[in-house]
């Protein structure tokens, strides 16, 4: 069974750019997470999907944060304009449903110069 | 913000001890779940254990909770070098539906 798959893996822009991740959860995993971990921490929730709808986005900063899941399936994260304080890893997660194990992606390396 | 705390924070050991990391929290939980990451690696499930459980086995893994305390623990025994990651406690609390907080980790490493 394939994983949760993210893209880019890897992204350097400029600040004030935007800059979009795509992540893809495993077949059947109706509730998908998307995560920022800054260095030497631990993940934090930005939004978390059930199905198309986004039940938990209390975390995202929505000035210059967005994110769609327009047929349930896979999920667009996307920054703009971007600032230096986002360099960050960016995860996306999913599951069954609420409640139950979340499988991560490898995560997107975000550093904005 | 984030709730609870990991320690220690950095682990080393040999080859073949055990190696025990704990784990805080201050709210009502659901469950709570240990992960481990590689560096620049994304998260590996390794074991959930809910609030009405104790104790939880995964192989060389050992998990224990202690709502009274609210806390827990994860033991690795046995140890090996490939075991060298940083692992991750995240709880999802009672009124929190199925958000996951994590603590910041212990960096363990296991020196051959």
């Known amino acids: 069974e394939a994983g949760v798959v993210q893209s880019p893996r890897y992204k350097i822009i400029e600040k004030k750019q935007p800059v979009a991740f795509w992540c893809n959860p495993i077949?059947?995993?109706?509730?998908l997470y998307w995560y920022r971990q800054n260095l030497g921490q631990g993940p934090e929730l930005l939004i978390r999907?059930?199905?198309?709808?986004?039940?938990?986005d209390s975390q995202l900063p929505k000035d210059r944060f967005s994110a769609e899941r327009l047929k349930g399936v896979d999920s667009t994260l996307k920054i703009q304009p971007a600032e230096l304080g986002d360099s960050a890893v960016y995860l996306c997660?999913?599951?069954?449903?609420?409640?139950?194990?979340?499988?991560f992606g490898p995560g997107t390396r975000l550093l904005v110069l | 913000s984030q709730q609870g705390e990991e320690d220690p924070q950095a682990l080393s050991i040999q080859e073949g001890e055990n190696a025990t990391m704990n784990c805080s929290y201050k709210?009502?939980?659901?469950?709570l779940q240990w992960y481990r990451q590689n560096s620049g690696r994304g998260l590996v499930h390794l074991i959930l254990i809910r609030s009405n459980e104790r104790e939880k086995h995964s192989g060389r893994l050992r998990v224990t909770l202690d709502t009274s305390k609210k806390s827990s623990s994860l033991l690795i025994t046995a140890s090996r070098a490939a075991d060298t990651a940083s692992y991750f406690c995240?709880?999802?609390?009672?009124?929190?539906?199925?958000?996951?907080?994590f603590g910041e980790g212990t960096q363990l490493t296991v020196n051959p």
């Open positions: 999907y059930e199905n198309e709808e986004a039940v938990d």
């Open positions: 077949s059947g995993h109706n509730t």
């Open positions: 709210t009502s939980i659901n469950n």
């Open positions: 995240a709880r999802s609390g009672e009124t929190s539906g199925s958000r996951l907080t």
């Open positions: 997660a999913s599951s069954l449903a609420r409640g139950e194990t979340q499988y």
